[in-house]
């Protein structure tokens, strides 16, 4: 079965800094996808970022971008330029080639201060 | 286009009373999943559906949970008798599924209703 790890329950960081979120998955397949979502306090899921396995060059979504090592099972998220509204729990998710379903790690809580 | 609807978007009701929760996928997704979210257990899949199909609900708690999916428009999760422990957001998300749309880079992607708030006393 997949599982996926987040091993950082919470972390900060000063507005307009760099923060590195960490997530590690197993899974026997090879094909699969990755994702990482936002929740901020009003309990909306937004997708922030999406990877496919099967692509070796790393998503970019503006100021989030993702480190994925396929060898080493990791998946980290980095956000740039930290804002206020970045502040949430964030949540790295897998989902396997053929079921379309996800599969959710504990959750980052992130505080970004002023 | 609307998103994903759920309704009612909180709920407080009496131990021992029905529960219904009730979802609108994003129109021309095949896939329906319901997503519960505690402090203990995090969010867990508890079933999913595909063309109006269960298609897995090995997540659901128990015998008192209980989801349906009548035509792809509309699914409900009802919980009867509920339970203190029950109380948690529950959300429902689609997508259209594994294999998206091959015209969409994104096609596989899960999207998430606002979720509803149930608390039981």
């Not at chain 1, 949540?91 to 201060?113: D, E, R, S, W």
């Not at chain 2, 929760?21 to 867990?44: A, N, V």
């Amino acid at each position: 079965a997949q599982t996926v790890t987040q091993s950082q329950p919470e972390m900060s960081v000063q507005e307009a800094e760099t923060v590195t979120l960490s997530c590690t998955y197993d899974t026997s397949e090879n094909n699969y996808y990755l994702f990482w979502y936002k929740q901020p306090p009003s309990r909306q899921m937004i997708l922030v970022i999406r990877q496919e396995a099967y692509k070796q060059q790393n998503a970019t979504e503006n100021r989030f971008s993702v480190n994925f090592q396929k060898a080493a099972k990791s998946f980290s998220l980095k956000i740039s330029d930290s804002q206020l509204g970045d502040t949430a729990m964030y949540f790295c998710a897998f989902m396997g080639g053929n079921t379309g379903k996800l599969i959710f790690g504990q959750g980052t809580t992130l505080q970004v201060k002023p | 286009d609307a998103g994903v609807i759920q309704s009612p978007r909180h709920e407080v009701t009496e131990m021992g009373q029905e529960v219904t929760l009730r979802c609108k996928p994003i129109s021309g997704h095949d896939y329906l999943f319901w997503y519960r979210q505690t402090m203990m257990r995090g969010l867990e899949l508890l079933i999913y559906f595909n063309n109006n199909v269960p298609i897995d609900d090995s997540g659901m708690p128990e015998d008192r949970f209980s989801a349906k999916m009548p035509n792809a428009s509309f699914s409900t999760l009802k919980i009867q008798p509920s339970e203190p422990r029950d109380s948690a957001v529950y959300f429902c998300a689609s997508s259209l599924g594994p294999y998206g749309d091959n015209r969409v880079s994104a096609g596989n992607t899960i999207y998430f209703g606002e979720g509803s708030w149930l608390t039981v006393v």
